[in-house]
């Protein structure tokens, strides 16, 4: 046994020959700088990422607000278009443009022939909503007509106002 002891301890010794007495400093400096390298990689990674979300979310938040603001435009406009269509504001509008309800309908078959009466549409006289302050002592109320209105006859031009009161065809409101 003492044998193999010295055998070890010669073995050990030619060992610790070859390996450098003392801890090692020039072993560790390159592990060390690997891990602080992957640190710094996987922090400014993370720094990126966090700012491309910051970007992304300041983004939607716009988009949001802009699809807001779109959103209420478009129910303004759709308010005034409901507006516009209801049926007593598209027959004031028409009165104003010159037009004239028209009287029954004249239908022309394939052939040629007419199927019904023609009659020419006449104009009746359109109230006026806001009468003005002098022209309710003036007449009674309803019978002037509505303002910059013509009322095309037959026999008149179509820019000449009409002056005999008439009752206006009763307006369903269309609901």
């Known amino acids: 046994m003492t044998r193999t002891a010295e055998q070890m301890k010669g073995r050990a010794g030619?060992?610790?020959?070859?390996?450098?007495?003392?801890p090692s400093t020039a072993a560790r400096t390159p592990f060390v700088l690997l891990v602080v390298?992957?640190?710094a990689g996987g922090l400014i990674s993370l720094l990126l990422l966090?700012?491309?979300?910051?970007?992304?979310?300041f983004k939607l938040?716009?988009?949001?607000?802009?699809?807001?603001?779109?959103?209420?435009e478009q129910q303004a406009l759709q308010r005034d278009v409901d507006g516009y269509s209801e049926p007593d504001a598209l027959e004031r509008r028409?009165?104003?443009?010159?037009m004239v309800p028209g009287g029954s309908p004249a239908f022309l078959d394939p052939d040629g022939t007419v199927r019904g009466v023609p009659e020419q549409a006449t104009a009746q006289p359109y109230p006026s909503e806001d009468p003005e302050p002098g022209a309710?002592?003036?007449?009674?109320a309803g019978s002037a007509?509505?303002?910059g209105l013509a009322s095309p006859t037959p026999?008149?031009?179509?820019?000449?106002p009409s002056t005999t009161p008439t009752t206006p065809p009763p307006t369903s409101s269309g609901r």
């Open 155 to 160: 026999s008149a031009s179509p820019a000449t």
């Open 14 to 22: 030619r060992l610790t020959r070859l390996m450098p007495s003392g």
């Open 145 to 147: 007509s509505a303002p």
């Open 136 to 140: 309710s002592a003036a007449g009674p």
């Open 61 to 72: 938040s716009k988009l949001k607000r802009q699809t807001t603001e779109l959103t209420d």
């Open 37 to 39: 390298l992957l640190l």
């Open 50 to 57: 966090n700012s491309a979300l910051n970007e992304g979310s």
């Open 94 to 98: 028409a009165r104003q443009l010159g």
